[in-house]
């Protein structure tokens, strides 16, 4: 019995939307551009906390030179270097081989470094530092002994990265926090405005069903299930147009620190469950207050 209520409470659900299909496409069209801002703002949480802990695992370390050193001071250098516990040299940079490489990143658009009249790009020795050994004052004591070479312009080490990372992270927790609340009423107020549509166009149906004995809840249920397909559709349209967006643009784009390359990673599937059980959530609560005001409940 209880199986055959719920085959018709979808089968109601799923023919209301469609009779409906005007006014739901824009709900849901309506609902999805709000998700995906929201799911935006949840890729770019993920991928910040996975390339802190990317980077947190080891650091690395480049030192930017005054001009081009020659192989005397590099060796030199080098023999500074394995002073310190932990310390492996990866590669020496120089300003030939940046201009080159950045050429190779601009691909087309290489032209651009044709009118520059000399190279602007420094040379560079790029290292790699232990994070079991000397703990986190080995970087800034090796950064602090390096910097007093005369030759040496700079050393950045991805530590510092990590420390704008996350104050950058604490900042986008509390933007998150609010825009999520705005949009969460935004897309509550989308499907509680498009349930009492659809609710009011069929008054004289549902006020038939009560003068023949229907409960309040069984004139309802197919209205919940309907906001919640309707959460769920829009959720899954945001989700397929951030992994189009993900495919087509953002998995292309090159981000560096020093010379780690970070890659962009998608939504985890325990993410996406999670954010598609929310827009289910969102639909549902949105219908049932729509039917609290209708029912004068």
Request: hydrophobic fraction near 50%.
């Amino acid at each position: 019995m209880k199986i055959t209520l719920f085959h018709y409470f979808i089968k109601q659900a799923t023919a209301n939307i469609f009779e409906n299909r005007l006014v739901h496409l824009i709900g849901i069209g309506t609902m999805s551009i709000a998700f995906l801002i929201f799911y935006a703002f949840i890729l770019i949480f993920v991928n910040l906390n996975y390339w802190t802990e990317e980077q947190g695992s080891s650091l690395t370390m480049s030192i930017y030179f005054k001009g081009e050193p020659d192989r005397a001071v590099i060796e030199k250098i080098k023999k500074e270097l394995f002073l310190f516990p932990g310390v492996t040299i990866k590669r020496f940079i120089s300003k030939d081989d940046a201009i080159k490489s950045l050429r190779r990143r601009l691909g087309d658009k290489a032209g651009l470094l044709d009118g520059l009249k000399q190279n602007p790009l420094p040379a560079s020795l790029e290292i790699i530092l232990s994070r079991d050994k000397g703990g986190d004052t080995l970087p800034y004591q090796l950064k602090t002994r390096l910097e007093k070479i005369t030759i040496v312009d700079e050393v950045q080490y991805s530590q510092e990265w990590i420390r704008r990372f996350q104050a950058i992270m604490e900042a986008i927790k509390i933007v998150g926090i609010i825009f999520g609340g705005l949009l969460f009423l935004a897309a509550l107020f989308i499907i509680t405005n498009t349930i009492k549509l659809t609710i009011y166009s069929r008054k004289e149906e549902i006020e038939i069903l009560k003068l023949v004995g229907a409960t309040n809840r069984f004139v309802k249920i197919p209205f919940m299930i309907e906001g919640s397909i309707q959460g769920f559709l829009g959720g899954v349209v945001a989700l397929l147009i951030l992994f189009l967006v993900y495919i087509i643009a953002i998995a292309k784009i090159d981000i560096r620190i020093g010379f780690a390359s970070l890659d962009i990673v998608f939504l985890s599937p325990q993410y996406i469950f999670f954010l598609l059980l929310m827009s289910v959530v969102i639909g549902f609560i949105g219908s049932t207050i729509s039917l609290g005001r209708f029912f004068r409940i």
